[in-house]
Nanobody, 111 residues
């Protein structure tokens, strides 16, 4: 089973930036981030394949950047121009033979 270790997150003012990191063990094909805002379903934020192909939710395009270091099996999410609606628990996602999820890290954006 893939083990995921997340870091980053916290409290930031609107317009600010945060960076999330997630390190995975095992053979990974796709990594990325999902989020669950209060009272809402979990939704895709961004993913990146081992080959570097990315996919973003429309709501974060132009503000968030997903990247990875394949040598470290680590995925990053650089979040700029944060808005209050970005407040959520962010979950790392990794897929090799099976899909795995991190424990989640809280991001709070104050207005």
């Amino acid at each position: 089973q893939v083990q995921l270790v997340e870091s980053g997150g916290g409290l930031v003012q609107a317009g600010g930036s945060l960076r999330l990191s997630c390190a995975a063990s095992g053979n990974i094909v796709v990594m990325g981030w999902y989020r669950r805002a209060p009272g809402k379903e979990r939704e895709l934020v961004a993913t990146i394949t081992r080959g570097g192909s990315t996919n973003y939710a429309d709501s974060v395009k132009g503000r968030f950047t997903v990247s990875s270091d394949n040598t470290k099996n680590t995925v990053y999410l650089q979040m700029n121009s944060l808005k209050s609606e970005d407040t959520a628990v962010y979950y790392c996602y990794a897929r090799g033979l099976i899909a795995s999820w991190g424990q989640g890290t809280q991001v709070i954006v104050s207005a």
